[in-house]
C-alpha cells in the first residue's frame, strides 16, 4: 500500500469513527480535538451527532437535563447537563430544532466532573438533547422546551 | 475592559467554576436594518486550564446566547490555586483571564 492510500484510510477512518475518537488516535488526549466545522453547520440532529461524536446515542438514565419547561425568550436558555457516567469525555448540547442543532461541545480533561451549564438560543420550540461520551459510549437524555418568543430574528 | 467575568470556588474536592463572557454571538441568519446578513462572529473555543492542565474546552456554535455563560465543575483545585481562562472567536480574537479559586 502507497503513503498516500494509508493517509486516505487515516483520514476515512477519523470522519467515520468520529472527530474525538479520531483525535484520540493521532494524540493521547482527547481534549485536543478540533471545532467541528462539519458537526456545527449539520442541519440536523443525527448528521450533528455522527460528524461530532461518530454515533448515535440512545437514551440513559445516567444523564439528566435541566432546561425551563417554558422559555419565555428563546435568546437565553438556561440549560444545565449533568451526568452520573464515569470516564466522562464530552458533554453535547443539541437543539432538535435549531437552523444548526448542535449548539456546544463541552470536551473535559482529567479531572472534571460530569456538570456543564450554558445559555442557548432557540429558533422554536424543540427537543434539546444532551449526549454524553462516556468512554466511547454515547448516553443521552432530552426535554422538551416550549419557546414563545423565538431567539433567531426577533 | 476585560472580557470576562469568572468565578471559581472550591467546595469539598470539587471546584465549580463559572464564568461570564462579553461577546455579540452573532448567528450570521439575522439580517440588518439594510435587509443584508449580518455576518457570523461568535465563539468557537473557551479553554479552561489549571495547573498547567487543559481542565475542559468548550466549542461552541452560533446558538450559544449573546453574552454567554458557562458553568462546570472539576476536582483536583484547591483554594488559592490559578485557573486560567481564554475564548477564541471565529474571526481569531481572543482574550484570557487568571482567577484564583476561592
Known sequence: ????NKRRLLLRGT?????LAGAGLLV??????AWSKEAFAAKTTDAAMNALL??????S????IKAPDIAENGAVVPITVTTTASNIESISIFIANNPSP???NFVLGAGATGYAATRVKMGKTSDVIAVVNAGGTLQSASKEVKVTIGGCGG | MASIKIRARTKGDETTVKALITHVMETGLRKGKDGKKIPAHHITEVTCEHAGQVVMTAQWGP?????????????GAKSGDMVKLSWVDNKGKSDSIEAKVK
Do not use: E, R, W
Not at chain 1, 1 to 4: A, F, P, Q, R
Not at chain 2, 63 to 75: D, E, G, H, R, W
Open chain 1, 1 to 4: 500500500m502507497t503513503i498516500d
Open chain 1, 28 to 33: 493521547p488526549s482527547s481534549v485536543l480535538a
Open chain 1, 102 to 104: 448542535l449548539a456546544a
Open chain 1, 15 to 19: 470522519l467515520g469513527a468520529g472527530a
Open chain 1, 61 to 64: 438514565n445516567a444523564v439528566s
Open chain 2, 63 to 75: 446558538a450559544v446566547s449573546k453574552n454567554p455563560y458557562l458553568a462546570f465543575k472539576f476536582k
Open chain 1, 54 to 59: 461518530g454515533g448515535k446515542a440512545s437514551a
